[in-house]
């Protein structure tokens, strides 16, 4: 729990989820010491750990909630006191370039919802460059980013968008992109690019889960994109 402090509130929250069946080393921890000092960092977990070193040199708070990436972000997000909230998944590499870049997009467009563009790690099996270009294919020109692409958007507009979807069995990331197209929130692509952990890829079969998160996500979207349709039109 946080104590109550006098000090200015940070300009971001940088929000990190962490699952029951995540085990370091957590690269990611390390690299927090490239963020300002005066954000912070929350770490959304379901349980107690004491494998969790973060290398930062601000504020980091705990939060420990119930099991589950869209309950646990949301439960960070109730404490963060950031203008802006920025998730990162616990598998992603955080660079210089990431945290310059991402500074001066909140200036030049506050109201955004940022995104990077998406590159994978050499620890995965298969073509995963094709994956990366669709990624980045999708974002920029159907504007659908995905969480692991770090998605970055002021404090309020998630609050008024009510947060992640709880209630789906996966997706509520890509949920949350099309609750904010719908609420007139634009999009912005940042020029950088978010490399994250690709070893999913060699455990469960390039093939089989790259047919499945194609058809999980644009099961996902089509009703959401018909939704943004009428919305506009009436």
């Not at 992603?92 to 990431?98: I, R």
């Not at 460059?129 to 980013?145: I, T, Y």
Request: charged residues 20%.
């Amino acid at each position: 729990m946080r104590s109550e402090s006098s000090e200015p509130a940070p300009a971001v929250s940088v929000i990190v989820p962490v699952g029951p069946q995540e085990r370091g080393p957590f690269g990611l921890l390390s690299q927090l010491e490239r963020l300002p000092a005066d954000w912070e960092v929350v770490l959304a977990l379901c349980e107690p750990r004491d494998d969790l070193e973060p290398s930062f040199h601000g504020d980091i708070y705990t939060v420990i909630s119930s099991p589950g990436r869209a309950i646990q972000m949301n439960r960070a997000a109730e404490v963060a006191r950031g203008r802006w909230l920025w998730f990162l998944h616990l598998d992603s590499t955080l660079t210089p370039a990431m945290v310059r870049e991402i500074g001066q997009a909140l200036l030049s467009q506050p109201e955004a919802l940022h995104y990077f563009r998406l590159g994978f790690a050499a620890d995965g099996k298969g073509p995963l460059s094709l994956n990366a270009w669709g990624a980045n294919f999708r974002s920029r020109w159907l504007g659908v980013p995905f969480g692991d692409q770090g998605l970055c958007l002021r404090a309020s507009d998630f609050r008024r968008l009510r947060g992640y979807p709880e209630e789906v069995a996966y997706g509520e990331d890509h949920l949350l992109v099309w609750r904010a197209r719908q609420a007139g929130i634009g999009l912005h692509g940042i020029d950088a690019v978010l490399t994250t952990s690709a070893s999913k890829y060699r455990r469960q079969g390039w093939l089989r889960l790259t047919l499945l998160y194609q058809w999980r996500w644009l099961r996902q979207a089509l009703p959401q994109w018909l939704r943004l349709v009428i919305l506009r039109r009436y």
